[in-house]
């Protein structure tokens, strides 16, 4: 199975779980190796320095002409690796040894075919990611089933390919016959052709659907503001109760109707925000809208367009279509009615929508599907660039993770701190990813791995623009438009 030549052996220190070796021409970070002869074990290589055999004799001697010389010196330079190992690769499965290598055992390279069997897969129980960024020639796909079931966090600077990668696991998954919510916070996915083409959905609800807590925070009363609260739910209930006329007419009317019966203040600042609510989502709330689930379409990739909105009202968007898809799920598995689709949620902005420090409804929610959705078949999808501001609650519950390149420590810790299955070694290689490169780790695959995400290449918002392009376009048009004007001109003179 392994290669005749021996990429380099095993050197002491290491343990059953971590494999220390030297080699004179070393894997790359995210290559694996198999340790031993025979079956051998597989590990996956996290680190990989340099060391000098003369430098190490001499150690603290740095003067720069002695250093010059001693690096002509031919076979003086070796390289020391750290391998986590992932088991021994037996009967479709793998197992963990028992016992840590001896120190002098051989490491060879691992063989293609081996880490396609353990890669690999066909849909549609399972998708294709991308490949091994160390090995192109052998691909990596994810299990579905787990993936809807365990939930996701995509995580990455901006630029490094976050969106690339939900289009890619969207398109598939609808391509299979999956359906998928796009929760798009600035457009991206609007004119995109993910699945064969997007349903786009406008972020209008129906205010006769709206929940107590949707609209508190609408309306901005704050959790303190206990006489608020009392006006509103009253006036709440009785608007619910009346069925004549649009429902934030007859909201503010109820209002009204507790002059003399509630704290006037309260009462005053009530009417005022509910005259501020029509005004400033008079476009969204609408009483002639069916209610957003019955807008969504099994089997195809849709897209809740966010991007005219503010934060206040995409964080009562986003709760509302998490609830009601919850709903929908647990009355279709209870009853056989609601929502006939599981289905899996990508929430883009996570960090807006469920920041660790203050309480939000979108956190809530998230937080509700990822502990009940994998029962009705809800997965949720978690996106962001500041992994440190999301809520460390829920992005623990997101047992896979597509880690792409994330360059600020503190940014790489709180992953870490957060996913016991990215070790140290592996986090440190998030700052020297390549674009579209990341590291896969959870459920949906077999062992943590760096992938090279494939290329999406239908069309797909988010890109950075050509500002340069567009610029030059400018400056063409006001070149054009000042020798029209100046032809204008001359022929006026001459006429």
């Known amino acids: 199975m392994a290669s005749r030549e021996p990429l380099g052996y095993v050197i002491d220190n290491s343990t059953p779980t971590r494999v220390r070796f030297v080699a004179t021409d070393p ?26 055999v003369s430098m190490s004799a001499l150690s603290g001697v740095y003067e720069p002409s002695i250093v010059a010389r001693l690096s002509r010196m031919s076979n003086d330079v070796f ?29 060879y390279r691992a063989p293609d075919e081996l880490l396609s069997e353990i890669f690999g897969g066909s849909e549609p129980y399972k998708v294709r990611l991308g490949v091994l960024a160390a090995r192109p020639t052998v691909p990596v796909y994810i299990d579905v089933n787990k993936l809807v079931t365990r939930h996701l966090a995509i995580l990455a600077v901006t630029g490094a390919g976050k969106s690339n990668t939900v289009a890619v696991i969207a398109d598939r998954l609808v391509r299979i016959g999956g359906t998928v919510v796009i929760l798009d916070f600035h457009g991206e996915y609007v004119g995109s052709d993910i699945g064969g083409g997007v349903n786009v959905v406008e972020p209008l609800l129906n205010p006769r659907s709206l929940s107590l807590s949707e609209l508190l925070v609408l309306l901005g009363i704050e959790p303190h503001y206990y006489h608020q609260e009392r006006v509103l739910r009253r006036a ?16 503010l009317k109820a209002v009204e109707s507790l002059r003399g019966k509630e704290e006037p203040r309260a009462v005053a600042a009530v009417a005022n925000k509910v005259e501020a609510l029509v005004e400033k989502y008079g476009d969204v709330l609408r009483d002639d809208v069916p209610d957003v689930i019955s807008r969504l379409r099994p089997g195809r990739a849709n897209v809740i367009d966010l991007g ?58 998230m937080a509700r599907v990822a502990r009940e959705g994998r029962k009705f078949g809800v997965g949720l999808a978690i996106v962001s660039q500041r992994p440190k501001v999301i809520d460390q609650d829920i992005l623990s519950q997101m047992n896979s993770k597509i880690v792409l390149r994330i360059v600020e420590p503190s940014d790489q810790r709180y992953v870490r701190e957060a996913s016991e299955l990215l070790s140290e070694e592996l986090a440190q290689n998030l700052s020297a990813l390549n674009t579209g490169e990341a590291v896969v780790l959870g459920p949906i695959v077999p062992v943590p791995v760096i992938v090279r995400v494939d290329k999406y290449w239908g069309r797909k918002g988010g890109a950075d623009p050509d500002v340069v392009s567009e610029w030059l376009s400018m400056r063409e048009e006001r070149a054009r438009a000042a020798e029209a004007v100046a032809e204008l001109a001359e022929l006026a003179r001459s006429g």
């Open 236 to 251: 709440y209930e009785r608007a619910i109760a009346d069925p004549s006329g649009p429902f934030l007419e007859r909201l």
């Open 308 to 365: 005219r909105l503010d934060e206040d009202a995409a964080d009562v968007v986003v709760s509302h279509v998490l609830r009601r898809l919850l709903a929908e799920r647990k009355r279709r598995v209870m009853t056989g009615h609601g929502f006939p689709s599981p289905v899996m949620v990508f929430v883009e902005e996570a960090h807006i929508l469920a920041p660790r420090d203050r309480s939000t409804l979108s956190k809530y929610w």
């Open 27 to 52: 894997p790359p970070p995210g290559d694996f190796v198999l340790v031993g002869e025979g079956e051998g074990v597989l590990a996956l290589v996290e680190a990989v320095g340099t060391r000098s």
């Open 79 to 107: 390289f020391e690796c750290v391998a986590e190992v992932v088991g021994v690769y037996r009967d479709g499965a793998l197992v963990l040894p028992r016992r840590p290598p001896l120190p002098g055992e051989p490491v």
